[in-house]
């Protein structure tokens, strides 16, 4: 009896030095950028609010990485989100930026590098169209003291770009990380085929895949159309992670009352464990 009880202490004591599981919500999510094509229920005047209510409110994000966000955008949601998420952005128009719940989280380091030949210049190489940044932080759970390390980015539109612009984000987020938990999330502009996609997995695994849970959602996330059932519509919007645990994904394709989505992407959402 008396081992016994000797052996429950001790398991008791055990348990309690375990750290604590935490389960964190992250995103990708193209917000689209501001252009005249878009009126009355397209505008971004009309879709701003929305587009933060998903986050913070609809989705409750931890921390969501935004493509096509111009710098009035990113005015735009600072104002419409305060104090609850902190900003952070390359600076570059129409760039990646990372939004974090500024309560949960306190931001060890950040930093941006450019899918190009040399990452630590503003240039643009290969056969992109645009200038490319990736926007990364490291953030610890102000609760369990555990860090992890996220990137947003946002590929290009042409074949070698998109190759090596998927090389640098692994090379260079693998080297940041250095073995610590890593979220990369981002619209790639190229479907599963890619191969693109073929150097991610060489670094990282498709979240999607990882799901300890049925994927919930459509398994498309772009719809030029913006509307759900879009016939053009494909995936080209991905959470890649290394060394977490994903307990399940899910794509949101509400329209939150309106006729047209948010935005010509649809959020990607997945609950991880560090």
């Known amino acids: 009896m008396k081992k016994s009880s000797l052996f429950i202490a001790l398991a008791i004591a ?34 701003q609010q929305v587009v933060a209510a998903v986050i913070r409110d609809s989705l409750s994000l931890d921390i969501v990485g935004c493509q096509e966000v111009s710098q009035a955008q990113e005015a735009d949601l600072k104002n419409l989100l305060g ?33 190009n030949t040399d990452p630590t210049q503003a240039a643009i190489a290969w056969d992109a169209e645009y200038l490319r940044p990736s926007v990364w932080v490291r953030l610890q759970d102000k609760q369990s003291k555990q860090e992890l390390v996220f ?3 946002h590929l ?3 074949p070698v770009s998109i190759r090596e612009g998927a090389r640098v ?30 150097v991610y997995n060489f670094f990282f695994s498709d979240a999607r895949e990882l799901s300890q849970t049925e994927p919930q959602g459509p398994y498309e996330t772009y719809f030029p159309n913006m509307v759900p059932g879009d016939a053009g519509a494909k995936r080209i919007d991905f959470i890649y992670t290394d060394w977490v645990k994903v307990a399940s994904y899910r794509t949101y394709h509400e329209t939150c009352g309106r006729t047209y989505l ?6 990607v959402v997945c609950e991880v464990e560090i």
């Open 14 to 47: 055990l348990t309690a030095c375990q750290p604590p599981v935490a389960m964190h919500r992250v995103g990708s999510y193209n917000i689209r950028i501001i252009t005249s094509e878009d009126t009355v229920e397209r505008a971004w005047e009309a879709r």
């Open 83 to 115: 104090d609850t998420y902190t900003l952070c952005s390359s600076g570059e128009y129409a760039g990646p930026v990372v939004l974090y719940r500024t309560a949960r989280y306190t931001c060890l380091e950040q930093g941006v590098f450019y899918l």
């Open 151 to 153: 990137c947003a980015t």
């Open 156 to 158: 290009d539109l042409h």
């Open 169 to 198: 984000n692994s090379e260079w987020l693998h080297s940041i990380a250095a073995g610590s938990p890593c979220i990369l999330v981002g619209d790639m502009n190229c479907e599963k085929a890619d191969t693109a996609h073929a």
């Open 262 to 267: 948010p935005s010509d992407h649809v959020p």
